[in-house]
């Protein structure tokens, strides 16, 4: 099942814990991965470059 018609199942099923067992192991491949180190100024840029890619892309 894809990401996305798991995502809906979860939603629409919130007691079934396998599903979302499943649902928070898939990989997300464009995810923004920000660690504890990295600071808050680099942070906004890295927020602030991902929100004009998702505008420029819509």
């Given at each position: 099942m894809p990401?996305?018609?798991l995502r809906k199942y979860v939603l629409?099923?919130?007691k079934d814990e396998t599903?979302?067992?499943?649902?928070?192991?898939r990989p997300?491949?464009?995810?923004i991965i920000v660690t504890p180190e990295t600071s808050l100024e680099e942070q906004e840029l890295i927020f602030?470059?991902?929100?004009s890619k998702k505008q420029?892309?819509?």
């Open positions: 990401l996305n018609e629409k099923n919130r599903a979302w067992k499943e649902f928070v192991s997300r491949p464009h995810a602030r470059q991902a929100s420029n892309s819509d």
